[in-house]
């Protein structure tokens, strides 16, 4: 049973950065496409980023340019670089595991999840 750990959450400053780190074990990580998500209080999980197994990329529109995803398949691990931190990016980021090697955008394309990692902005 595949196990996703986040790390590298925390507090930083408007314009600050931040390099998320999501951990895979127990499974087979790359074959599979990754992804990761936030979730605010009071909204929904969205979509951040995600990442093919042949390593293509995509990203939420209003995060292009901002954020990073990249994986390491030697090291089991998916990674979101974040750039220029805004308030309104405080939230619950969560990696996932897609249900094929694919880059999925809805949650329910997701089967396994992380238990997440706090980013919180300061203004």
């Known amino acids: 049973q595949v196990q996703l750990l986040e790390s590298g959450g925390g507090l930083v400053q408007a314009g600050g950065s931040l390099r998320l780190s999501c951990a895979a074990s127990g499974g087979t990580f790359s074959i599979f496409g990754m992804g990761w998500f936030r979730q605010a209080p009071g909204k929904e999980r969205e979509f951040v980023a995600g990442i093919s197994w042949t390593h293509n990329t995509y990203y939420a529109d209003s995060l292009k340019g901002r954020f990073t995803i990249s994986r390491d398949n030697t090291k089991n691990t998916v990674y979101l670089q974040m750039n220029g931190l805004k308030p309104e990016d405080a939230a619950v980021y969560y990696c996932?595991?897609?249900?094929?090697?694919?880059?999925?955008?809805?949650?329910?394309?997701?089967?396994?999840w992380g238990q997440g990692t706090q980013v919180t902005v300061s203004s």
């Open positions: 996932a595991r897609s249900k094929d090697g694919n880059i999925r955008v809805g949650v329910y394309e997701y089967s396994r």
